[in-house]
């Protein structure tokens, strides 16, 4: 069973912060995904990283994939109070077609 | 466009009983994925099914669970003689083409099970 980190479990940060949270795994990633889940309902997609190296953008989001693509970050410029919620990332390795998630991060952003 | 719908969205059933959940993937998706959510963490794989077919179940329990997607009509997911540890949230996805390749899960709003 391939495992994959997610960091940090809980953030809160003031208005205005930036912040980042990690995914990584010990294996080589065939894709990744980033999701955010808000209270009672189910994971939204963010973005899909495929190519090691690349960097997706989604407004005052920044996902970079790694070069050797077993790690993914996502970066927030920033944070508004509606960005609260749970992130998950998401991976898939080999020939597997279901994906993995993290234990995901649970960001508070304080007005 | 309908999303992935789930039904219902909340259930409660007493130790014992029998709990079903219905899932309808997006039109155009043949590929339904069944993952389980504690609170506060992240969701469990279960079963990944396609039309009539069940592809992958290793991360579903041996016992009471069960999970079909027929010809016609909904994916249903089968959890006989419910016990307390059931209660989660049960979401469904589904993908338009086999694994996540470039395309990711849309995600239903989930069945939120209470085992009393």
């Known amino acids: 069973t391939q495992l994959l980190e997610q960091s940090p479990q809980f953030l809160s940060i003031q208005e205005g912060e930036n912040l980042t949270v990690y995914c990584n795994s010990s294996?080589?990633?065939?894709?990744l995904q980033w999701y955010r889940q808000e209270p009672g309902e189910g994971p939204v997609l963010l973005v899909t990283?495929?190519?090691?190296?690349e960097v997706k953008k989604l407004k005052r989001l920044t996902f970079p994939f790694g070069d050797a693509r077993k790690d993914s970050s996502l970066h927030i410029t920033a944070a508004q109070p509606g960005d609260t919620g749970l992130y998950l990332c998401a991976g898939a390795w080999g020939s597997a077609r279901q994906l993995t998630f993290g234990s995901g991060t649970q960001l508070t952003v304080l007005p | 466009n309908a999303g992935v719908m789930q039904n219902p969205r909340h259930l409660v059933r007493r130790r014992g009983q029998e709990a079903r959940l219905r899932c309808s993937p997006m039109k155009g998706h043949s590929h339904v994925y069944w993952y389980r959510q504690l609170p506060e963490e992240g969701l469990k794989f279960m079963v990944y099914?396609?039309?009539?077919?069940?592809?992958?179940e290793s991360g579903m329990p041996k016992e009471r669970f069960s999970a079909e997607f027929p010809k016609e009509g909904p994916s249903i997911l089968r959890i006989q003689q419910v016990v307390r540890g059931d209660s989660a949230a049960y979401f469904c996805?589904?993908?338009?083409?086999?694994?996540?390749?470039?395309?990711?899960?849309?995600f239903g709003s989930g069945t939120r099970l209470t085992v009393v």
């Open positions: 294996s080589v990633f065939s894709s």
């Open positions: 099914l396609q039309k009539e077919n069940i592809i992958d």
């Open positions: 996805a589904s993908s338009p083409v086999a694994g996540q390749g470039n395309y990711g899960y849309t």
């Open positions: 990283v495929v190519t090691g190296g």
